[in-house]
């Protein structure tokens, strides 16, 4: 397989509302959409879903593009490749997001061209056809809160993640609980809490929680061990693990009970899977979270969220929860609580570039006529 072209659009997509958790607030999402082709005119796509400030890692959108174009591309426009992740083996970690990206892409490329669904290409292992959605709650009025979880209710959601922070975290749980108490829930505080805040965090423990999503803004591994000790609620780590090192470092010192698993946050589906090779190893629960991303990048984790030991199915629901239109077909769609997996080759679902298009504020092509 060679590479022969390589296209870039820096997408921004108006959101629905107003997504807030304690470090941002965000009204369009931005994203950058790659798209590659190689010597016979088969295609991919991948998407770079970083932000454009820094809240949840140390990489931007611009630093993600500027990488793209210097280096991750010219590395691997023109190239002849056997197998998608063999760029793993040239190109360095320097912004995650945006090799998870062109990962992606040349993972589609490839997995169409020969005919292959991705999960099929990358584990080979009984999946389920379905998988449960999620809602993610941004850190809002606890009325608007309430108001939420009834309107999802009705379309079949039963499992919520509440976005909080130390300042009203705890009487929000508790207004929830007290209306809803059997519902699934867990909670992630987006790094917000101080060590000190211990006492805090413990009473969290009566709320019955799926688990406690990056609680500590430190990212000290020794003091969530410490913290994991004294809690019985699982703690999921989050953006404190990017890469494989991290995980193991994790795991030596009893820091956590779940991972999260975002593919562009750990460079890519071949670092996905050998996270998910590590926790199955070590007892350690993962599931697959998401990026406010849009549907090109968001399939994906609902493909990965289909393996059958994932600890919940992920926090994944309809693309129009968060979008008028979004950019693939057919759209994601949560019936009565439930996702179909796509079975197609590569991505499993098509692109729908009109929109693609009518999105893009910025267009580059590498390689070509």
């Known amino acids: 397989m060679q590479i022969e072209q390589i296209e870039l659009f820096h997408i921004k997509m108006p959101l629905n ?61 023109h190239k002849d490749m056997d197998n998608p992740f063999d760029i793993h083996k040239y190109l360095e970690m320097e912004c995650p997001m945006a090799l998870a990206g062109l ?59 509440l976005k909080i922070k130390p300042a009203d975290g705890f009487k929000k749980l508790k207004v929830i609980r007290e209306i809803y108490p059997s519902i699934q829930l867990l909670v992630d505080a987006n790094r917000s809490y101080k060590f000190e805040q211990i006492n805090e965090i413990k009473k969290l423990d009566e709320f019955n929680l799926i688990c406690i999503e990056e609680p500590l803004n430190s ?24 890469t494989i090192n991290d995980l193991k470092s994790a795991i030596s010192v009893n820091a956590f009970k779940v991972l999260n698993i975002k593919i562009g946050r750990v460079g890519g589906i071949y670092y996905a899977k050998q996270m998910i090779d590590l926790c199955r190893k070590n007892n350690i629960k993962y599931w697959i979270g998401s990026m406010l991303e849009s549907g090109i990048s968001k399939i994906l984790h609902v493909q990965l969220a289909s393996l059958k030991d994932t600890y919940i199915p992920g926090d994944l629901s309809s693309s129009s929860r968060y979008f008028k239109k979004d950019i693939i077909k057919p759209e994601i769609i949560a019936r009565n609580g439930i996702i179909e997996v796509p079975k197609g080759y590569g991505l499993g679902v098509e692109i729908d570039e009109v929109t693609l298009r009518e999105y893009t504020i910025d267009y580059i092509k590498i390689g070509g006529e």
Do not use: H, W
């Open 103 to 161: 990962e992606n892409a040349l993972v589609d490329l490839y997995a169409r061209r020969n005919k292959l669904s991705l999960m099929k290409l990358v584990f080979n292992e009984e999946t389920t056809d379905e998988i449960y959605a999620g809602v993610v709650l941004g850190d809002l009025d606890i009325n608007m809160i309430i108001k939420q979880i009834d309107d999802y209710q009705k379309e079949g959601y039963t499992r919520f993640k």
């Open 17 to 77: 509302f107003n997504f807030k958790t304690s470090q941002a607030s965000i009204k369009y999402r931005e994203t950058i959409v790659i798209k590659a082709t190689d010597e016979l005119q088969n295609v991919g796509y991948g998407e770079v879903v970083s932000f454009n400030d820094l809240f949840y890692t140390n990489e931007t959108l611009a630093s993600s593009k500027k990488v793209l174009i210097n280096k991750y591309i010219k590395d691997v426009i």
């Open 219 to 242: 990212g000290d591994l020794l003091e969530y061990q410490k913290l994991q000790k004294e809690l019985s609620t699982p703690i999921c780590l989050d953006e404190s693990i990017q």
